[in-house]
């Protein structure tokens, strides 16, 4: 049999993302029927989801979601877990029998609390010690991954196609009010579990359609600070970027969106004199943070959803919104499969995000929006 | 005339159905519902009509040699693919790449267009593809384009909006682009210039309009509120001694 790579074939990732701005939860069905027309985008080699909401008898835990290799390795881990944190539950996570599904390690998920006196004794807060612990797992201990690791949030992926994955997961019986999936297409990357998309750290999620071509450079950056890309898949810098320009560095979001994709130079030299002494102290401060390549990029957290494309969009990507609805996918067929008449509809300019908050969320900012995001996400 | 639901249907099985009635004689066929498949009128020669409710997939009439095909809907990306001759109206907005490579026939959208419109499109002899696009298009429209016709007309714009996005006409080097609206240098590439219309230009000109305003029950005087624009590129090989100067 050919094996893939020997053979060509033709498609490219998928991405989908449903955002209620009320807060309300809504089944996973929609974001599964959603990514599912794309079908042909993805190539069985990982799906996946992430889900935010759906927690709520534990919204005080952070949710870690594990592959396991074998026992031994989990009890291993479970012996950790006791010596870090304060364990609410532990459970495997209820998954269907399916025959597209094959080679699935032992998926877990425990709600957890780190122990107060381990925080006094390294001196660091809750999220930090999570961030740590998360980095130290999935780089030092073999035959495990932390896949998830936010609060009243989860992640569910896997080897298989988007649709299949959640099935797989039983993700009709859980209620979200941000729903993103990806269909993944690799290819400069093995197809494994851990690989698959999304890539979270807290509650910070991302799904990905295209490559990252400045990864060497990005993870140079952040393992400076602590992050260790061991995941063997470029979007995994985008989470952890993220993670440490808004949640360390406390950066507003129009300000992380220009660092990632920053505006060409000369456009820059186009700009008035206050635009341009910002733009260029993002550029000279963050540089190392300015991801380059094909992308069209869904990232989720707590308070919203986030969608972003590199500056001259070589990946697709639809918004459109509906009462309270944000819908943002790489076709618009796979929002009109959700949303029959969508208010607005509008194709995001490449390095414009479309920026979903939660009208409960409290920004750092008020983020730059252009007229026509303003209209839509507002009305 | 046929018609075919394709709701829920796999893009092979509608496809298939598609070219069996056509192979079979029928002149026109009306797909409803459709919903994200793929390749729907590739390749096709024959002189059938299809109509499309809802939103086709990605490569609609890719390579297609002579159909026409008309879509009440947006359409998505890579429509006219290599596409050799024929028709295709969209009553919608098209997505990125629309005419890619595109050596014959005709589009006209409606609305707006993406990134990427005709990129490569080229012409040769009776060969003459056209795009006329009834809004606006995004960045890099026309980049590289060989020969052929694209037109914008700007229809429903806001005052604020730009008519074409950023590096229009980049790498051009045959063809003519015709823009009814204002353009600012550095939105262009560096191989295009502006100049004004001839007799000939207004004369060609005057055929596509013509059509866009019947397909799409326009009034032509709406459209002769405002001066066009023509653009062309300085040189036919703008990188002819990129590799092999000496």
Same mark, same amino acid.
């Given at each position: 049999m050919l094996r893939e790579g020997q053979i060509r074939i033709p498609s490219g990732c998928a991405i989908s993302g449903i955002m209620n701005k009320k807060g309300r939860v809504f089944g996973g069905g929609d974001i599964i029927n959603s990514i599912a027309v794309m079908h042909d985008r993805s190539n069985g080699l990982g799906g996946g989801f992430a889900a935010y !909401?759906?927690?709520?008898?534990?919204?005080?835990?952070?949710?870690?979601?594990?592959?396991?290799?074998?026992?031994?390795?989990?009890?291993?881990?479970?012996?950790?877990?006791?010596?870090?944190? #304060?364990?609410?539950? !532990?459970?495997?996570?209820?998954?269907?029998?399916?025959?597209?599904?094959?080679?699935?390690?032992? #998926?877990?998920?425990?709600?957890?609390?780190?122990?107060h006196r381990v925080l006094v004794k390294q001196e660091v807060d809750e999220e930090e010690f999570v961030v740590r612990f998360v980095m130290r797992v999935n780089s030092e201990i073999d035959g495990a991954y932390i896949f998830s690791s936010g609060k009243n949030m989860g992640a569910f992926k896997g080897v298989g196609y988007p649709e299949d994955i959640g099935e797989f997961y039983r993700l009709e019986e859980y209620s979200g009010y941000i729903w993103t999936a990806h269909g993944r297409f690799p290819t400069n990357t093995p197809g494994w579990w851990g690989g698959a998309h999304p890539f979270t750290l807290l509650d910070c999620s991302v799904v990905h359609n295209g490559e990252i071509s400045s990864y060497d450079a990005n993870r140079r950056q952040l393992e400076m600070?602590?992050?260790?890309?061991v995941l063997q898949t470029d979007t995994e810098v985008v989470a952890y970027i993220f993670d440490y320009l808004m949640r360390k560095q406390g950066l507003p979001l129009d300000v992380?969106?220009?660092?990632?994709?920053?505006?060409?130079?000369?456009?820059?030299?186009?700009?008035?004199?206050?635009?341009?002494? #910002?733009?260029?102290?993002?550029?000279?401060?963050?540089?190392?943070?300015?991801?380059? !390549?094909?992308?069209?990029?869904?990232? !989720?957290?707590?308070?919203?959803?986030?969608?972003?494309?590199?500056?001259?969009?070589?990946? %697709?990507?639809?918004?459109?919104?509906?009462?309270?609805?944000?819908?943002?996918?790489?076709?618009?067929?796979?929002?009109?499969?959700?949303?029959?008449?969508?208010?607005?509809?509008?194709?995001?300019?490449?390095?414009? %995000?479309?920026?979903?908050?939660?009208?409960?969320?409290?920004p750092t900012c008020v983020p730059v929006r252009t007229e026509q995001e303003k209209i839509a996400i507002n009305s | 005339m046929q018609t075919i639901d394709a709701s829920g249907m796999l893009y092979r099985d509608l496809n298939e159905l598609v070219r069996d009635s056509i192979s079979r004689g029928v002149k026109e066929i009306c797909l409803i519902n459709v919903n994200g498949q793929r390749y &729907?009128?590739?390749?096709?020669?024959?002189?059938? /009509? +299809?109509?499309?409710?809802?939103?086709?997939?990605?490569?609609?009439?890719? @390579? *297609?040699?002579?159909?026409?095909?008309?879509?009440?809907?947006?359409?998505?990306?890579? +429509?006219?693919? +290599?596409?050799?001759?024929?028709?295709?109206?969209?009553?919608?907005? $098209?997505?990125? $790449?629309?005419?890619? /490579? *595109?050596?014959?026939?005709?589009? =006209?959208?409606?609305?707006?267009?993406? =990134?990427?419109?005709?990129?490569? *499109?080229?012409? =040769?002899?009776?060969?003459?593809?056209?795009?006329?696009?009834?809004?606006?298009?995004?960045? @890099? @429209?026309?980049?590289?384009? $060989?020969?052929?016709? *694209? &037109?914008v007309l700007g229809l429903g714009l806001a005052p604020d909006e730009d008519i074409v996005g950023n590096y229009c006409g980049t790498g051009m080097h045959g063809g003519v682009i015709y823009l009814r609206g204002e353009v600012a240098p550095e939105q262009l590439g560096k191989e295009v210039k502006v100049v004004s219309l001839t007799k000939e230009? +207004?004369?060609?000109?005057?055929?596509?309009?013509?059509?866009?305003?019947?397909?799409?029950?326009?009034?032509?005087?709406?459209?002769?509120?405002?001066? @066009?624009?023509?653009?062309?590129?300085?040189?036919?090989?703008p990188y002819g001694n990129m590799y092999a100067g000496w």
């Open positions: !909401g759906i927690y709520p008898e534990f919204k005080e835990e952070y949710a870690f979601h594990f592959f396991f290799d074998h026992t031994a390795i989990k009890n291993e881990i479970e012996a950790l877990l006791k010596k870090n944190f #304060i364990i609410a539950s !532990g459970e495997a996570i209820p998954v269907r029998k399916s025959n597209s599904i094959k080679d699935a390690p032992l #998926i877990w998920r425990y709600f957890v609390r780190p122990k600070y602590g992050y260790k890309c992380i969106v220009k660092a990632m994709a920053s505006p060409f130079w000369h456009e820059i030299d186009r700009m008035n004199k206050k635009e341009k002494e #910002i733009l260029r102290a993002i550029r000279v401060v963050y540089g190392g943070f300015l991801v380059n !390549g094909p992308f069209s990029i869904l990232i !989720g957290t707590n308070q919203g959803m986030i969608a972003l494309n590199d500056r001259i969009k070589l990946r %697709p990507s639809i918004a459109a919104t509906k009462g309270d609805y944000l819908y943002v996918a790489s076709e618009e067929a796979a929002i009109r499969q959700v949303c029959s008449k969508p208010e607005h509809m509008w194709m995001p300019r490449g390095g414009e %995000p479309v920026i979903g908050l939660l009208e409960t969320s409290q | &729907i009128g590739d390749g096709l020669a024959k002189d059938a /009509s +299809t109509i499309i409710e809802g939103t086709p997939g990605n490569d609609l009439a890719a @390579f *297609m040699e002579g159909a026409r095909i008309e879509v009440h809907g947006n359409v998505q990306d890579g +429509t006219a693919n +290599t596409m050799n001759g024929g028709t295709i109206i969209i009553h919608g907005d $098209a997505r990125d $790449a629309l005419g890619y /490579s *595109m050596r014959g026939g005709e589009v =006209y959208v409606r609305g707006d267009v993406g =990134y990427r419109v005709g990129i490569h *499109m080229k012409g =040769y002899q009776d060969m003459n593809p056209a795009i006329v696009v009834g809004g606006k298009a995004g960045d @890099f @429209f026309a980049e590289y384009m $060989a020969g052929g016709i *694209m &037109i230009d +207004t004369r060609i000109l005057d055929e596509y309009l013509h059509n866009y305003c019947r397909y799409f029950g326009v009034e032509r005087e709406e459209i002769d509120k405002k001066p @066009f624009r023509k653009l062309i590129p300085y040189n036919k090989r």
